[in-house]
């Protein structure tokens, strides 16, 4: 296959920049891929899966440095080609596709003029000739109305829809090499089949050659022909596809398998007054009802997994829960009595007692303020904490995350893993002494492994204090893990509700049971079953 051969890297060492040391962040990887192959990229957060994608494009993020080794992309050496050179490959050879399409593409500019771009800079081919392009790649990408949607600005599609043209965009040059970057981590897992099954076809279609970076090892295991497992910066092992889910040889790849082992106790059922009801509410942005006529209880010591599509309505009932969307008809309850429609009308302990932890831990905390200021804040200004008394409190809270807190407390967010900044969400919910927590896709952007630990810890916290949470999440992983009752909505509304395991053994309405059979399934030939059984979608063998 000498011929085919596409990249080479070889002894690859990329360092890392902390204060005025350089560390080693990948540490003499060597990787291969061939034309129209798919290499899976996967291990824990930290692992080097990004930061080893983006050197195949001769790239390095700031604050990183390439300080070893050869990167040949199809005789090209990207290590010793001038700026120029690489960035003439770049969108035209090689192109990338981010994790978040929303936060990647222009929010000024129509998508249709952002696909033509590299194109025409890159003297591909005319621009109405790519516009053309556009408009017959997103109909492959199975986009809605073909026609139109690239003049619509991103704002004005769906997640699920801004990623496939994202793909689309990255495809318009005929790349000889994509790199995906966790393209589906953020999807509902409905509008994870479309973009799956939409990528698979156009890497197939086209012959691409396609690195796959994930942390979902099912998602993976549709996706690549061959899968490397990384750990610190270092290479564990790899294999073709099937051969490394039948039988990985490292402990590390086994316990990559066997993680979402974890299922808490069952908890007593449901008594008493709930600490929070939604209670026939609608509610809306403008003239649009985005929750139509919702109601639901959460109980002290359960937790209700709410779960749905994108644009279901789950974090605007958050909104209104929390008082940040007064509802139009309806009414919060909190342990029986009616809360003040909006958050300004609430007394300060009513606020207190509902606290959130955001899904992006990067973006919820302050960059520039330390842990101490994090956590302490809400202890202060809910309980009045101050001097000694909230310092200990403070260490009391990073002892109870699992934080050293002599160790951390005076950190900053960017001195944190991903995992680590999501804990300190948790500390700094927990800081208020709350009776809910509504937890908002905590864990749909970490890892698989730091995933069970912040599930595990949790759990631990609810039993402790007996805390009711509201878990938002299009994980049915996640949901199987934690819930005592789940809520499934579509457009708007509760179409089904009830025990966790009543909904998963017996879902009786057609949705729920769209949801459960869209859980990928750790088996290569899983998504081509999928797509033969649904109508209008044909498997690509």
Not at 37 to 45: H, M, N, R
Not at 313 to 335: D, H, M, Q, W, Y
Not at 407 to 433: F, H, V
Not at 463 to 481: G, Q, S, W
Request: aromatic share 6%.
């Amino acid at each position: 296959m000498e011929n085919t051969r596409l990249l080479t890297i070889k002894g690859l060492k990329i360092e890392g920049r902390s204060g005025d040391a350089w560390h080693e962040i990948i540490k003499g990887v060597d990787l291969t891929l061939h034309k129209g192959e798919v290499l899976g990229l996967i291990g824990e957060s930290g692992a080097g899966k990004s930061t080893l994608g983006l050197a195949a494009m001769g790239f390095a993020r700031d604050g990183c440095r390439i300080s070893g080794g050869t990167i040949d992309f199809d005789g090209i050496d990207l290590r010793t080609a001038s700026e120029t050179r690489r960035r003439g490959l770049r969108g035209k050879r090689i192109a990338y596709v981010a994790q978040s399409a929303a936060a990647s593409f222009n929010p000024a500019h129509k998508l249709i003029d952002q696909y033509c771009e590299a194109p025409v800079v890159h003297g591909v081919m005319p621009r109405k000739t790519a516009e053309d392009d556009a408009v017959d790649l997103y109909r492959r990408m199975r986009l809605p109305n073909p026609d139109a949607i690239g003049f619509r600005y991103p704002h004005q599609v769906s997640g699920g829809q801004l990623q496939r043209a994202m793909t689309a965009m990255a495809m318009s040059c005929r790349p000889d090499l994509i790199i995906f970057d966790e393209p589906t981590t953020a999807l509902d897992v409905t509008t994870q089949i479309e973009v799956m099954a939409a990528i698979r076809d156009i890497v197939r279609q086209f012959g691409t050659a396609a690195i796959y970076i994930t942390h979902d090892l099912a998602v993976v295991a549709q996706m690549a022909d061959r899968i490397k497992v990384l750990l610190r910066g270092d290479e564990v092992e790899e294999a073709d596809t099937r051969s490394m889910l039948a039988a990985p040889r490292e402990d590390y790849t086994r316990s990559l398998w066997a993680v979402r082992s974890f299922a808490r106790a069952e908890h007593p059922s449901a008594t008493g007054i709930p600490v929070a009801s939604v209670g026939n509410v609608t509610a809306g942005y403008g003239a649009v009802d985005v929750l139509k006529n919702i109601s639901f209880d959460i109980h002290a010591g359960r937790t209700v997994a709410v779960v749905g599509e994108s644009g279901s309505g789950k974090s605007t009932t958050a909104r209104v829960i929390t008082g940040l969307l007064p509802p139009r008809e309806g009414e919060v309850l909190f342990n029986g009595k009616a809360l003040p429609a909006s958050f300004k009308a609430r007394s300060r302990d009513e606020l207190r007692q509902c606290q959130m932890i955001y899904q992006m831990a990067d973006t919820a905390l302050n960059p520039k303020l330390r842990l101490r200021e994090l956590i302490g804040r809400p202890a202060a200004m809910y309980l009045g904490l101050k001097g000694k008394a909230l310092d200990s409190r403070i260490r009391d809270l990073l002892a109870l995350i699992e934080l050293e807190p002599d160790k951390y407390i005076d950190r900053l967010p960017s001195e944190l893993s991903g995992g680590q900044k999501q804990r300190i969400g948790i500390a700094r919910a927990l800081a208020a002494e709350p009776q809910l927590i509504i937890c908002d896709e905590v864990t749909s952007a970490l890892d698989q492994i730091v995933q069970e630990g912040i599930l595990k810890l949790l759990d631990r916290l609810q039993n402790e204090f007996n805390l009711a949470y509201m878990f938002i999440t299009h994980d049915l992983a996640t949901v199987k893990a934690i819930a005592d009752e789940v809520v499934v909505m579509q457009h708007g509304a509760v179409v089904e509700r009830g025990a966790k395991a009543e909904i998963f053994a017996d879902p009786k309405e057609d949705y729920t049971r769209l949801l459960l059979s869209s859980v990928p399934e750790m088996d290569p030939d899983w998504l081509n079953r999928l797509l033969v059984a649904r109508s209008g979608l044909t498997p690509n063998d």
